[in-house]
């Protein structure tokens, strides 16, 4: 089966704080590729970061960082000294042959206090 | 990656009545995608609508409750008929676009009354 699992549903923060949001995922493929995306209140969903299943390198970007480790089928982001801005929705996804359908995980609710 | 706009961005609907969403793509794809959000819940893909042909729903999802067309590769509409309240969603459509994976529209919010 293919399912991917986020099991934090709400995350409360204090600005400033790092926290990590947590993904496993389930695929009995070995080309698949993997997703985060952020859902702020407005509605609209925006493209994070993309990963191969042959690209096991760790990604930084600015603030936030993703850690892949195909061991434990785990997709993990990262926000360092988070910002109320940070504050949204994030949802983990699952391709596993290209133009197939996304499968998205439950999605983190991330609020972010000042 | 591709540019999506997509209408209206939110309504408010009687039951009973039907609501068509339209997507448009600044450029030339194959596959377009819709999917539903209802209210605090993750993305579930409604169908997979190529041009030229019949659209794909999965499991769960009809073409009568949910008529998609297709009329070109840069254009679809969504229709969400015969609404009820548990329609109440928001639903974004979504299309494959290079290495960023899935460009999605800006979604519609709708809410049945």
């Known amino acids: 089966a293919q399912k991917v699992t986020q099991a934090q549903t709400e995350i409360s923060v204090v600005e400033k704080e790092d926290v990590t949001l947590d993904c496993v995922y389930e695929t009995r493929d070995t080309t698949y590729y993997l997703f985060w995306y952020k859902q702020p209140p407005s509605g609209e969903l925006v493209f994070l970061i993309r990963r191969n299943s042959f690209d096991e390198q760790n990604e930084i970007s600015g603030r936030y960082s993703w850690n892949f480790q195909k061991s434990t089928s785990s997709f993990n982001f990262t926000i360092t000294a988070s910002q109320v801005v940070d504050s949204a929705v994030y949802f983990c996804a699952l391709i596993y042959n290209q133009g197939g359908k996304l499968i998205f995980g439950q999605g983190t609710e991330l609020s972010v206090k000042p | ?96 676009t290079g290495l960023r994976g899935y460009t999605f529209g800006s979604g519609t919010r709708l809410t049945v009354v």
């Open chain 2, 1 to 96: 990656s591709a540019v999506i706009s997509q209408k209206p961005s939110r309504d408010i609907c009687q039951r009973g009545t039907s609501l068509t969403i339209q997507c448009q793509v600044d450029s030339q794809v194959t596959m377009m995608f819709w999917y539903r959000q209802q209210p605090g819940q993750s993305l579930t893909l409604i169908a997979t609508a190529n041009q030229g042909s019949e659209a794909t729903y999965e499991s769960g999802f009809v073409i009568d409750k949910f008529p998609i067309s297709r009329p070109n590769l840069t254009f679809s509409t969504l229709t969400v008929s015969n609404m009820s309240p548990e329609d109440s969603s928001i639903y974004l459509c979504s299309v494959l």
